[in-house]
């Protein structure tokens, strides 16, 4: 299934996207209050439901659609996780790390897959993109081996890690610069984990202004994303809804000094996953 949010005559709502349509299922799952969080957590138990649903029908050219997760617990994201990447930010004087890198963007950063995105008065000069495969987590667990990691995903979708690079640098944490209101943008909706055979086989895209800037396999992370669960999950409970950015490939803007500007538009695009694009315009 491929589960979003979308918004129609002012009312947010749950749905399924079958075709051109997204189909309401907001009465198939009454108990969960519109969050998608709240969904994923007894998805097993509703997933039959949802299914059956097949009224009422918006065609997805007619509806806005939202951010698929709006309130996840976490959104945790993995840096230098492609050789390519990696090789250009040596190539740069950062230091490549010998262990999974991970970091936070907080929650509040989340994003439409086709809201604008702000170039931050006070990080106005060297905002970049980042194309990432995004991984949603679906039950809650603890200390999950590297073979039993994909029965704790839900689905997957398409991510633009949106970095201040300017405020990243300033600090190890990297987490004020990844993490400015709207550099979260994620969707275009939840694509169950039944309809995808492989997620490590899936072609990765970004066009900045419809040129090609970014494009890879998600086949080439460094740590693929069975081993990103069972490392997270050393240190922490996942919950279902927590939200993972998986790594970017090489091409991202620092690398040719070329950062964004009002106007400039950016999509990502996966195989199977659908794409999301934003314009990015200076903060009022
Ligand atoms: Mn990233």
């Known amino acids: 299934m491929k589960l979003a949010r979308f918004t129609v005559d002012g009312r947010t709502r749950l749905g399924k996207v079958v075709g051109d349509q997204v189909i309401d299922i907001s009465a198939a799952v009454p108990d969960v209050g519109g969050s998608m969080r709240l969904l994923l957590d007894q998805l097993d138990a509703v997933r039959g439901a949802i299914e059956a649903v097949d009224a009422p029908s918006f065609a997805l050219a007619q509806v806005t659609l939202e951010a698929p997760i709006a309130d996840p617990q976490k959104y945790l994201a993995i840096g230098m996780n492609y050789q390519d990447h990696a090789d250009e930010a040596a190539a740069a004087g950062k230091p490549v790390p010998t262990s999974q890198l ?94 995808i055979a492989d997620p490590h086989a899936l072609t990765m895209t970004l066009e900045l202004n419809g040129e090609v800037r970014q494009q890879s396999s ?26 993972i950015a998986t790594g970017t490939p090489a091409g991202v803007g620092i690398a040719g000094n070329r950062f964004m500007k009002e106007g400039d538009v950016v999509r990502v695009s996966i195989d199977g996953l659908g794409a999301i694009e934003n314009r990015f315009v200076n903060e009022a």
């Not at 693929?224 to 240190?235: C, G, K, N, W």
């Open 218 to 243: 998600t086949g080439k992370m460094i740590y693929d994303i069975y081993e990103q669960i069972a490392y997270l999950t050393e240190v922490m409970t996942l919950e279902p809804g927590d939200l």
């Open 102 to 195: 991970w970091f936070n963007k907080q929650v509040s950063c989340i994003n439409g897959p086709f809201s604008d995105i702000e170039v931050p008065s006070s990080a106005p000069d060297m905002v970049d993109y980042e194309a990432e495969m995004g991984v949603v987590i679906g039950k809650r667990c603890r200390h999950v081996s590297r073979e039993d990691a994909r029965s704790v995903i839900a689905g997957y979708c398409v991510v633009n890690d949106v970095t201040a690079r300017d405020w990243q640098f300033r600090s190890p944490t990297f987490t004020l610069g990844k993490s400015f209101d709207t550099h979260g943008p994620i969707g275009p909706w939840i694509t169950t984990d039944d309809e």
